[in-house]
């Protein structure tokens, strides 16, 4: 303990990156330019508005992929009630027996679909992911480029997958037309 009965900082190695702020709480003071092991260097407003900036165009395309799902679950939707009508015709009707063969077809379309869904949400995590932790690594200052980049890559990989399942989906819809509806 020292005179003025501060305690001296010890320095333990982990205090890259880190300066004195006013303490809060119980805290000592530090003199100012002088490392704190307890407090980060937060950001800077500057450095806040860069990282919003770059976090924009994810967040664009986190908007339209949210759209997609939302023209995936809607065709989705169609298909099932399409299927619960067919569903719903007795077999003593011969005249409408024949629509029940469309049931295999909207099967695979369905399965499609389901399948254009999940790689839609699992370019939506990687994408959120991808803003947390360019936030994050902001905060913290830690480099995050090969991370983001990653992220990036995959959600994109991701989403693609989503795009040649509901191709495969809509080829299906349209190369086999609906004659009976």
């Known amino acids: 303990m020292r005179a003025d009965g501060m305690t001296t900082p010890v320095r333990l190695g982990l205090t890259i990156g880190c300066v004195a702020r006013s303490p809060p709480g119980n805290l000592p003071s530090v003199p100012p330019g002088k490392m704190h092991p307890m407090l980060p260097d937060t950001p800077s407003v500057s450095q806040l508005s860069q990282v919003i900036s770059q976090a924009a165009a994810p967040a664009f395309l986190l908007g339209a992929i949210a759209a997609f799902i939302a023209i ?3 065709r989705l939707n169609r298909i099932i009630d399409r299927t619960i009508v067919l569903n719903g015709i007795s077999d003593e009707s011969l005249s409408k027996h024949r629509l029940r063969a469309d049931l295999p077809r909207l099967l695979r379309r369905t399965t499609m679909l389901n399948r ?4 839609s949400v699992m ?7 991808l803003v947390i932790v360019a936030f994050a690594s902001a905060f913290f200052r830690v480099q995050h480029e090969h991370g983001v980049a990653l992220l990036f890559v995959l959600a994109l990989a991701a989403f693609t997958a989503s795009l040649i399942d509901f191709a495969r989906e809509v080829r299906i819809a349209l190369s086999e037309l609906d004659h009976f509806a």
């Not at 254009?116 to 790689?119: E, H, N, R």
């Not at 370019?123 to 992911?129: G, K, Q, R, Y």
Request: charged letters at 0%; zero cysteines; a neutral charge.
């Open 72 to 74: 995936l679950i809607s």
């Open 116 to 119: 254009a869904i999940f790689w």
């Open 123 to 129: 370019a939506s995590i990687a994408i959120s992911t």
